[in-house]
């Protein structure tokens, strides 16, 4: 449920695991000490990008309080205003209760009844999962005066081993649907000017963000990252291998291209009005650049609004561990390609 922690399993005979770390956070590294009663964290939350904390083992009921060992950032976070998420439940397809997020702007204009432009997120995998963590390019947006909307769909992890498996066979179906319920979810909160709305993703988020322009209308721009476009490519030149595709979609090019065609976003791109901005990076081996090559001809040829940016030199993981002067050019595309569609006076 958006959160990641540290679990003790007896190395012996039967017992569940029990956790041993809480709170509203994401244990993203952890280390024991040789006597096993003290952890190492490296923990982020979605106000503090890292920090290092230890934590006492509990010897019985309760778990104790991470301790912050250094505060690596404290002279940083000191100079800026970051916004916190706001959680609610909403009802997916098949009256799922799902859980999302609204980072709503650090400072709005006056007036009760302002309201602002928003960016509808998707994360990639899909057995991925947003949550209590930090996220530079939300917070950016926050900053900048956007309302960042975001939510675990089916297919995330972090609910079960059903929940994650139930978009198989079934991509930009009910996933989708859970996605827009979401959006909507989010939209009935106030605060939002459904009217000035963008979307953008990476990676699978990519793909549902392709997916989305081609069959709504609904939003004034989109970001798509990283991006799926052709599943029949994606069979034989990710380095996936033929398994994405396979265990995803239960089928191969030559068996049932049809089938393959049905869920790929190329497929729909004549329907695609929503100016788009295609993000990507020339040595991504997991989406090959041959996805956002095949989109923006495609999108060009049809003379509608989109502009390709590549990244030399990096790989799928840019967002995260690219090369530092990648990553802000980066930010500073997703930013400017919203801020010229979705103004927000």
Not at 4 to 12: D, F, G, L, N
Request: glycine share 12%; hydrophobic share 40%.
């Amino acid at each position: 449920r958006g959160t990641t922690h540290v679990y003790a399993a007896p190395a012996r005979g039967d017992g569940l695991p029990r956790r041993v770390t809480d709170g509203g956070c994401r244990v993203y590294g952890f280390s024991l000490d040789r006597a096993a009663r003290t952890l190492a964290l490296g923990v982020a939350s979605p106000t503090s990008p890292g920090d290092l904390c230890t934590q006492v083992l509990a010897a019985g009921q309760g778990t104790p309080e991470m301790r912050p060992l250094v505060e690596v950032n404290r002279e940083a976070l000191a100079e800026v205003e970051l916004a916190s998420p706001e959680e609610f439940a909403f009802r997916g397809a098949d009256d799922w209760e799902l859980q999302g997020w609204v980072l709503r702007p650090t400072r709005v204009g006056n007036g009760e009844d302002v309201t602002v432009p928003a960016v509808l997120e998707i994360h990639g995998g899909p057995a991925y999962m947003y949550g209590l963590s930090f996220m530079f390019e939300f917070q950016l947006l926050a900053a900048r005066g956007y309302a960042v909307v975001y939510s675990n769909p089916r297919g995330s992890t972090g609910y079960g081993r059903d929940f994650a498996a139930a978009v198989i066979d079934d991509w930009g179906g009910k996933d989708y649907q859970d996605v827009m319920a979401g959006l909507d979810a989010a939209l009935a909160r106030g605060g939002i000017d459904g009217s000035r709305l963008g979307v953008a993703g990476g990676s699978y988020g990519g793909f549902m963000t392709n997916w989305i322009v081609g069959h709504s209308e609904r939003f004034k721009a989109a970001v798509t990252m990283r991006s799926v476009a052709n599943m029949a490519t994606m069979f034989g030149t990710s380095d996936l291998g033929w398994d994405l595709v396979v265990d995803q979609l239960s089928t191969t090019p030559w068996e049932d291209r049809e089938r393959l065609a049905r869920f790929s976003p190329i497929s729909y791109v004549e329907h695609i009005r929503t100016p788009l901005l295609i993000l990507h990076s020339d040595n991504d081996l997991r989406c090959p650049i041959g996805e956002a090559h095949q989109l923006f001809a495609a999108l060009t040829y049809l003379g509608r609004e989109t502009q390709l940016v590549v990244f030399e030199a990096q790989n799928h993981d840019l967002s995260r561990g690219g090369h530092p002067r990648s990553r802000v050019i980066r930010l500073r595309h997703i930013l400017g390609w919203f801020e010229r569609y979705l103004p927000k006076g």
